[in-house]
């Protein structure tokens, strides 16, 4: 996603990847106690990843900190653009899919 080379991007994808992984498990085993409404589970996964951020600004060096952030913060606007595409063209992942070819 970001651009980011050597041990800090390294850690700063595996950051990431770890703390939103963990907030989808432990936010789908709330909404699942909660009826599987998947508007609980939006909510919970913000509430969530926002305090992982606050306790991140409190606790880390400003350098991977920012990393950590823009990291983020680009896969928001990746996954926003893509939310975007999907609902003004509907067909454009099976399109750019066909446009690929099959790497078996």
């Not at 969530?48 to 951020?53: C, D, F, R, S, V």
């Given at each position: 996603?970001?651009a980011?080379?050597?041990?800090v ?6 950051f990431?990847n ?8 432990r936010?789908?085993a ?5 009826g599987?409404d ?9 509430a ?6 606050a306790?991140?600004?409190a606790?880390?060096p400003?350098?991977?900190?920012e990393?950590?952030l823009?990291?983020?913060?680009s ?6 653009f893509?939310?975007?595409l999907d609902q003004?063209y509907?067909?454009?992942?099976d399109?750019?899919?066909a446009?690929?070819?099959?790497p078996?």
């Open positions: 996603m970001v980011l080379s050597g041990d991007g390294d850690f700063v994808e595996g990431a770890a703390v939103l992984g963990e907030l989808v498990v936010t789908q709330t909404a699942g106690r909660s599987g998947w508007r609980v589970l939006t909510d919970e996964l913000q969530a990843l926002a305090a992982e951020i306790h991140l600004q606790t880390a400003p350098e991977l900190r990393a950590v823009a990291y983020l913060l896969a928001a606007v990746i996954d926003t893509q939310a975007l003004a509907p067909t454009w992942r399109e750019l899919q446009e690929r070819p099959d078996t």
